[in-house]
């Protein structure tokens, strides 16, 4: 049987709540600008690339990581743990529906664009849509702006 670690004895486990927490959020809100950065393709989404930014966002933006000790941050099973965290915290966004009302929201604008269908398959990325299109309608050179 293969080695089985212990959630109970991880070193993210060990992280004070407050901490914890803040990992979290850092990855969603990375996950979120890369996303946006790549305008939501799923074809140009690259993991490595992700990683990077998500570590350039944890150190210039985190005070979490700063909070780290050095030994922490150059453990080897921290970074293990950190990957799994990064999976579980995107597999709950991407899984996340739109609610009925950002539903309603891109269906207005679509409608109102005259657009075909977009596609959307969580709430974050419906967010994306919802304010992109938002801020289109009211664009300087859309002929359709409302004064």
């Not at 992280?15 to 939501?40: D, G, H, N």
């Not at 891109?106 to 005259?114: K, P, Q, S, Y």
Request: proline letters at 3%.
């Amino acid at each position: 049987m293969g080695e089985r670690r212990s959630k109970g004895a991880t070193m993210l486990n060990h992280l004070p709540k407050e901490v914890k927490i803040s990992v979290t959020r850092s990855i969603s809100a990375a996950f979120e600008k890369y996303m946006e950065s790549i305008q939501w393709d799923e074809q140009k989404y690259e993991m490595d690339k992700f990683l990077t930014y998500w570590r350039e966002y944890a150190e210039k933006h985190a005070s979490w990581f700063r909070q780290l000790d050095d030994a922490v941050k150059r453990d080897p099973r921290f970074h293990e743990e950190l990957a799994d965290k990064i999976n579980e915290v995107i597999g709950k966004i991407l899984r996340e529906p739109p609610s009925e009302q950002d539903i309603r929201t891109l269906n207005e604008l679509i409608g109102r664009r005259g657009l075909t269908d977009i596609d959307y398959t969580c709430k974050m990325e419906a967010k994306y849509h919802i304010r992109r299109l938002t801020e289109q309608e009211y664009l300087p050179h859309d002929k359709n702006r409302k004064y």
